[in-house]
């Protein structure tokens, strides 16, 4: 019988077929989403980004290092208690001296695990330039803080 059928009907049955499926299968979807639960409310902490990890540490470290105003109020208190037992070593500039300029590199942010970190490379008037990794706290909700310097990140 569909042989005697103009192919305009036969399309129209076909288009009615699908468009009937269709209208099952949108019948049987749940017409709302489910309902969110706590977990799913919370909002993921705010986390300072690479650039504004970037600032922090070039005013931190300016042109020639920290002033005593940056090292009282700019670092963690693990790192306070590290550079105050070293009186001899500069902790925060991996060296004993002011260098003659200091650059911040490309800053790297592990925002699940709430660090930044960015090499500094400490320039001076003689002998070669020096680097060190600076480590940053990325929780919003504080204060931006130095937490932690590693002198020999090649080792």
């Known amino acids: ?15 009615a077929a699908l468009l009937g ?3 099952t299968l949108a019948a049987s979807a749940p017409a709302a989403p489910a309902p ?8 993921a902490p705010a986390r300072y980004n690479a650039e504004q990890v970037h600032h922090f540490l070039q005013g931190f470290y300016g042109n020639h290092g920290p002033r005593q105003w940056e090292r009282d109020n700019m670092v963690g208190d693990e790192l306070k208690k590290r550079a105050e037992k070293n009186k001899k070593y ?8 002011n260098p ?13 695990a709430g660090v930044g ?3 500094v490379t400490t320039k001076w008037n003689r002998g ?13 909700s504080k204060p931006i ?11």
């Not at 019988?1 to 288009?15: D, E, L, P, Q, W």
């Not at 969110?36 to 909002?43: I, P, V």
Request: aromatic share 4%; with cysteine.
């Open 1 to 15: 019988m569909i042989r005697k059928a103009s192919r305009a009907v036969t399309v129209s049955a076909v288009c």
């Open 21 to 23: 499926g269709g209208l």
């Open 36 to 43: 969110a639960t706590a977990a799913s409310e919370e909002k």
């Open 90 to 97: 500069d902790v925060l500039l991996c060296a004993q001296n």
């Open 100 to 112: 003659r300029d200091i650059a911040i590199g490309k800053v790297t942010t592990a925002q699940s």
């Open 117 to 119: 970190w960015a090499t």
């Open 128 to 140: 070669p330039n020096q680097h060190f990794i600076a480590y940053v706290a990325l929780d919003a």
């Open 145 to 155: 803080k130095l937490t932690q310097i590693d002198c020999s990140p090649g080792s």
